[in-house]
C-alpha cells in the first residue's frame, strides 16, 4: 500500500511570493489535513479536508488556503510568503471517519523563505 | 484552553530502562489521545492512542496512562532500545479540533 506523498520535497521562494504544495493521500483515504512544523511552535493544524469540501481549519491567517480534488488529492496554497512561513509543512491522510485523527503523515514539504 | 503541555522537552535514557513522557491539557471536552513517533526527515506516525474513559492502554512495549480527574495522561516506553530515539508528540482532539503537544526528543543511549 503506497503512503502519503508530498511534493515537492523541498522548496526555496523569496518573501512576498506565493507556493503550491501538493498532497497525495493513501488509495480510499478520503481526509486529507495539513500541518505547519517549526523549531519554536512544534506542530500546528492548519485545515482538514473530507470530501473536496474544508472540514476543520486551524489559527492561521487567510494567505494559508486550500482545497481538495475528486480524488482525495490536496494542495495548500501560501500567498504573500513572510520568513516566518519557513517550515516543515505536513499532509496526513485519513479515512475520514470520527474522530479526526491522523494516522499516516507524508514525508513533509520543507519550505524555506528568503 | 486548546493548549496541550508536555514535558520533559528531552530526554535522555539508557538501553532497557523506561521512557516516560508527560502530558496536560485544560478543555474537559477533549476525548480522544494520541500519541506519535517521528523519525528524523519523517512525518508524524500514530503509534498509540486512549479515549477518557480508560485508565491504561497497552500495545508491545508502549503504554498509556491516563488520569481524568488530574487531566494528564503519559506514555511509557518499556525496555527503550536505540530504535526507539524519536521525537514523540501526544495529542488531544474533540469533535474536529486537533491539537498537539510540543513534543519530547527521546535519546536511548546503546
Known amino acids: 500500500k503506497a503512503g502519503v506523498t508530498q511534493t515537492p520535497r523541498y522548496l526555496i521562494k523569496t518573501r512576498g511570493q506565493q507556493v503550491t504544495l501538493s498532497c497525495s493521500p493513501i488509495?480510499?483515504?478520503?481526509?486529507v489535513s495539513w500541518y505547519q512544523q517549526t523549531p519554536g511552535q512544534g506542530l500546528q493544524f492548519l485545515f482538514e479536508y473530507f470530501s473536496e469540501t474544508q472540514r476543520n481549519k486551524g489559527n492561521f491567517p487567510g494567505r494559508f488556503s486550500g482545497r481538495q480534488f475528486s480524488n482525495s488529492r490536496s494542495e495548500m496554497n501560501v500567498s504573500t510568503l513572510e520568513l516566518g512561513d519557513s517550515a516543515l509543512y505536513l499532509c496526513?491522510?485519513?479515512?475520514?471517519?470520527?474522530?479526526?485523527?491522523?494516522?499516516?503523515f507524508g514525508p513533509g514539504t520543507r519550505l524555506t523563505v528568503l | 484552553q486548546q493548549q496541550v503541555k508536555q514535558s520533559p522537552q528531552s530526554l535522555i535514557v539508557q538501553k532497557g530502562g523506561i521512557s516516560i513522557i508527560n502530558c496536560a491539557y485544560e478543555?474537559?471536552?477533549?476525548?480522544?489521545f494520541p500519541w506519535y513517533q517521528q523519525f528524523p526527515g519523517k512525518g508524524p506516525a500514530l503509534l498509540i492512542a486512549?479515549?477518557?474513559?480508560?485508565s491504561e492502554k497497552k500495545e508491545g512495549r508502549f503504554t498509556i496512562s491516563f488520569n481524568k480527574s488530574a487531566k494528564q495522561f503519559s506514555l511509557h516506553i518499556m525496555d527503550s532500545q536505540p530504535g526507539d530515539s524519536a521525537t514523540y508528540f501526544c495529542a488531544a482532539v474533540y469533535g474536529q479540533n486537533f491539537v498537539f503537544g510540543p513534543g519530547t526528543r527521546l535519546s536511548v543511549l546503546p
Open positions: 478543555n474537559t471536552a477533549f476525548d480522544y
Open positions: 496526513a491522510s485519513s479515512s475520514g471517519t470520527a474522530p479526526l485523527v491522523p494516522q499516516y
Open positions: 488509495s480510499g483515504h478520503r481526509s
Open positions: 486512549i479515549r477518557p474513559d480508560v
